[in-house]
C-alpha cells in the first residue's frame, strides 16, 4: 500500500511515492529511469541490506552500482569525485539515470554529481534513514560540506521521483530515529500547529516505531516540505523557513566536528535555540523543549564557547550583506525569516545555551 504526494515544480514536477513493501519488485520504478542505464550510489553499510531489493524494481536496466564510505565525514568533494570518476569510467551518457539508496548523505552527494555530471543527469532517490525520506530527499538541494562550513558546495536539481519504503526504518539504529524526528518537529513547529500537537500526542508511539504513526509523520512532514518547495523552489523567500534550527545546528556540527552530533541533533537543540531567541510566548517555547525531550533529543548545545559559534554561524548560506539572518517563530506553526535580532538577547542565547 502506497500513498503519493507531489512536489509540484511544473515540468520538472515529480511524485514522493511512500509506503511498505516497496522495495524488492513492490514498485516499477524502471520507467522513471530515463534512458537504459542506471548507477545506484550506496554505502557499504546500506548496500548489503537493501541494494538487492532495490535492484528487483529495476525490471530489465543496465544496473551498475557503487558503495561510498560511510558517515558526514566523508560528506566531500573527494568523495563526490569518486562518483565521477565511476560515470566517466563506464563511459556513461548523458542519458544515465543515477539512483541514490541511503540516507541524507549518500542523496546529497549523488544528488550533486548528478547535477554536476555532463551538466545535469536524471536522478532518483531511495531515502532509507527517516531524516531522508522526510526532508533531505525532497526538495532538490544537493551538495557537499567544505572543510570551513556545512553544505557550502552544492546545486539545486530536482530528482525524477521520491521513493520511500517505510519498511527500510526497520534497521535504521534509535539514535539515526530520533535525529529523524527533529525534522518531523521541525515542519509542527514551523507550518502546522495541529501537527505539532499530533506529534505531541503520538511522542511515544513514535520512539516504539509505530508503523502506523512512522507512516503519517512521514506523509504529513512531506506535504509540508513540498508546499514550501513548490512555492520557492530556490530558496528566494519563504523556503528559508526549513532551516529553522539550523544557523545554529549547522554551527554546533561544524565546531563538534562533523559525525560527533547527528545533523538532527543538533537541529533539535538549535531550533531551542531558535525560539528562545523569537518573540513568542514562553510556554510555546517549554512546549518545544518538552517534545524535544520526550523524543529523546537534546534541548541544550555542547559547550562549544561563544565566538566559536558565532564564527561558525557566520559562514551560514542565509547570510547576506554580512548580516546574519535567522529563522524566528511567530508562534508555534508559523515562522518568518529576518536579520533584526536583538544582540543582547542573542548574546544571551549564545552564552546561556552554547
Ligand atoms: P546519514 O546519511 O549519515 O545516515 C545516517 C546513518 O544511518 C549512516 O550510518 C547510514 O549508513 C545509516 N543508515 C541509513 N539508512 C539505514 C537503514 N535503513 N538501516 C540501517 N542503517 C541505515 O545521515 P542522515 O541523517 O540520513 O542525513 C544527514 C545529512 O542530510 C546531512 O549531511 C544533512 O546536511 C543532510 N540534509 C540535507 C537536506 C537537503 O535538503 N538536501 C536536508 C536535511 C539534511
Ligand atoms: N532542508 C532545508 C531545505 O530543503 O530547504
Known amino acids: 500500500m502506497s500513498t503519493s504526494v507531489t512536489v509540484d515544480l511544473g515540468a520538472r514536477s515529480y511524485p514522493i511515492v511512500i509506503g511498505s513493501g516497496l522495495l524488492d519488485g513492490g514498485f516499477d520504478l524502471s520507467t522513471y529511469v530515463v534512458g537504459s542505464d542506471c548507477l545506484i550510489v550506496s554505502s557499504e553499510t546500506i548496500a548489503p541490506l537493501y541494494l538487492d531489493a532495490l535492484k528487483a524494481d529495476?525490471?530489465?536496466k543496465s544496473i551498475t552500482s557503487m558503495s561510498l564510505a560511510d558517515g558526514e565525514a566523508?560528506?566531500?568533494v573527494a568523495t563526490m569525485e569518486l562518483v565521477l570518476d565511476k560515470l566517466v569510467e563506464s563511459r556513461a551518457n548523458r542519458d544515465i539515470t543515477l539512483i541514490a539508496l541511503g540516507g541524507g548523505v549518500v542523496g546529497d552527494i549523488t544528488g550533486f554529481a548528478a547535477a554536476c555530471y555532463m551538466r545535469g543527469v536524471a536522478f532518483i532517490q531511495v531515502p532509507t534513514t527517516l531524516l531522508a525520506q522526510v526532508d533531505s530527499s525532497v526538495g532538490g538541494k544537493t551538495g557537499v560540506n567544505h572543510p570551513q562550513g556545512k553544505n557550502l558546495i552544492g546545486a539545486f536539481h530536482q530528482p525524477q521521483i521520491v521513493l520511500v519504503d517505510t519498511d527500510t526504518l526497520a534497521t535504521l539504529p534509535d539514535r539515526e530515529l530520533k535525529a529523524g524526528l527533529a525534522e518531523v518537529i521541525k515542519y509542527g513547529a514551523i507550518a502546522d500547529v495541529e501537527f505539532f500537537a499530533w506529534l505531541e500526542t503520538n511522542?511515544?508511539?513514535l520512539v516504539a516505531r509505530d508503523a502506523e504513526a512512522l507512516g503519517y509523520a512521514v506523509r504529513r512532514s512531506c506535504e509540508l516540505k513540498a508546499e514550501v518547495v513548490a512555492e520557492d523552489e530556490?530558496?528566494?523567500g519563504r523556503r528559508a523557513i526549513l532551516n529553522f534550527g539550523h544557523t545554529f545546528g549547522h554551527a554546533i556540527e561544524h565546531c563538534q566536528g562533523y559525525g560527533e552530533w547527528l545533523h538532527g541533533e543538533a537541529v533539535a537543540a538549535g531550533m531551542v535555540m531558535a525560539a528562545m531567541l523569537s518573540d513568542i510566548d514562553r510556554d510555546d517555547v517549554a512546549r518545544l523543549i518538552d517534545l524535544i525531550r520526550k523524543l529523546g533529543l537534546p534541548a541544550k548545545p555542547p559547550k562549544i564557547g561563544v565566538d566559536a559559534m558565532r564564527n561558525a554561524m557566520s559562514m551560514?548560506?542565509?547570510?547576506?550583506g554580512k548580516q546574519l539572518r535567522?529563522?524566528?517563530?511567530?508562534k508555534l506553526g508559523a515562522a518568518y525569516v529576518s536579520s533584526d535580532v536583538d544582540a543582547d538577547r542573542l548574546s544571551l542565547t549564545l552564552e546561556v545555551l552554547g
Not at 316 to 320: E, G, H, I, Q
Not at 326 to 330: A, D, I, S
Open 58 to 60: 529495476l525490471g530489465d
Open 203 to 205: 511522542a511515544d508511539a
Open 316 to 320: 551560514d548560506k542565509k547570510v547576506l
Open 326 to 330: 535567522f529563522v524566528l517563530l511567530e
Open 234 to 236: 530556490r530558496e528566494t
Open 74 to 76: 566523508h560528506k566531500t
